[in-house]
T-cell receptor
């Protein structure tokens, strides 16, 4: 049974710092891994999707990496800004025959000005 | 692009009342989902619809019913609301035909049952 874990649950950093958010999964047979951002009182916005054949994916100041063999993905945020404050979740898609995306419980990030 | 649209955004119900949450997507996706999100519990799947005409239970289906009205629309009904159903509800959709596509979420519906 696939399990997705995100550590730490919460993180506070000063503005300008580079930071890494972690996502671990127990079953390496995944199609892809997706990172989301959720602002308070809002829905989930997709940030990056890494296909199983890829090692990393970049969008602006965000870089997501995927190491299937170790069951890990990291989201790297460069030069953090107060506007990056949000909860970041990772998710893996359903395995064959099911339709249940597995979500981590998220890392709540606060970037201090 | 509208993406996934759900209504209402906020609702207060009395215990025992019924209501329906509406969801529509304009991305021609086959699969649609209803999740609830509670503090410390993460996202939990209530029901999903793999394709038009089919629906299946997720992790926490009790107290809910769904209807996949057509390919675009997937509604969630609370027949007799209970305080335990106070939550944020998210509709989502994806194209499971390839098994590798992004899942898109609506903005959420905040439901309070008093």
């Amino acid at each position: 049974k696939q399990e997705v874990t995100q550590i730490p649950a919460a993180l506070s950093v000063p503005e300008g710092e580079n930071l890494v958010l972690n996502c671990s999964f127990t079953d390496s047979a995944i199609y892809n891994l997706q990172w989301f951002r959720q602002d308070p009182g809002k829905g989930l916005t997709s940030l990056l999707l890494i296909q199983s054949s890829q090692r990393e994916q970049t969008s602006g100041r965000l870089n997501a990496s995927l190491d299937k063999s170790s069951g890990r993905s990291t989201l790297y945020i460069a030069a953090s800004q107060p506007g990056d404050s949000a909860t970041y979740l990772c998710a893996v898609p359903p395995t064959s025959g099911t339709y249940k995306y597995i979500f981590g419980t998220g890392t709540r990030l606060k970037v201090l000005a | 692009n509208a993406g996934v649209t759900q209504t209402p955004k906020f609702q207060v119900l009395k215990t025992g009342q019924s209501m329906t949450l509406q969801c529509a997507q304009d991305m021609n996706h086959n699969s649609m989902y209803w999740y609830r999100q509670d503090p410390g519990m993460g996202l939990r799947l209530i029901y999903y619809s793999a394709s038009e005409g089919t629906t299946d239970k997720g992790e926490v289906p009790n107290g809910y019913n769904v209807s996949r009205l057509n390919k675009r629309e997937f509604s969630l009904r609370l027949e007799s609301a209970a305080p335990s159903q106070t939550s944020v509800y998210f509709c989502a959709s994806s194209d499971q035909s390839t098994g590798a596509d992004t899942i898109y979420f609506g903005e959420g519906s905040w439901l309070t049952v008093v």
